[in-house]
């Protein structure tokens, strides 16, 4: 589980979980700076200075996939929500 409180991070420890793979899924609205900068790189899913990373990544026994926000999915209705 990934918290962000204001400018503070806590990110729970997922390389000691026994599974194959993991999804990461940050729920948002939209894509943004927290979902495409904050959340990867505290994660670390790219470099402090990096602007990209891969969505798909091997972590030892692990593979990992860094979904886009939930509100982007063709199925969501963010607009009918309001």
């Given at each position: 589980?990934?918290?962000?409180?204001?400018?503070?991070?806590?990110?729970?420890?997922?390389?000691?979980?026994?599974?194959?793979?993991?999804?990461?899924?940050p729920?948002?609205?939209?894509?943004?700076?927290?979902?495409?900068?904050?959340?990867?790189?505290?994660?670390?899913?790219?470099?402090?200075?990096?602007?990209?990373?891969?969505?798909?990544?091997?972590?030892?026994?692990?593979?990992?996939?860094?979904?886009?926000?939930?509100g982007?999915?063709?199925?969501?209705?963010?607009?009918?929500?309001?």
């Open positions: 589980m990934l918290n962000v409180l204001g400018s503070k991070i806590e990110v729970g420890d997922i390389d000691h979980r026994p599974v194959p793979r993991v999804f990461l899924v729920i948002f609205i939209s894509e943004g700076y927290f979902s495409e900068q904050v959340i990867p790189r505290a994660l670390g899913l790219c470099g402090e200075e990096s602007g990209g990373f891969d969505r798909l990544q091997r972590h030892g026994t692990q593979t990992l996939f860094y979904c886009k926000p939930v982007t999915h063709d199925g969501v209705d963010v607009e009918g929500a309001l």
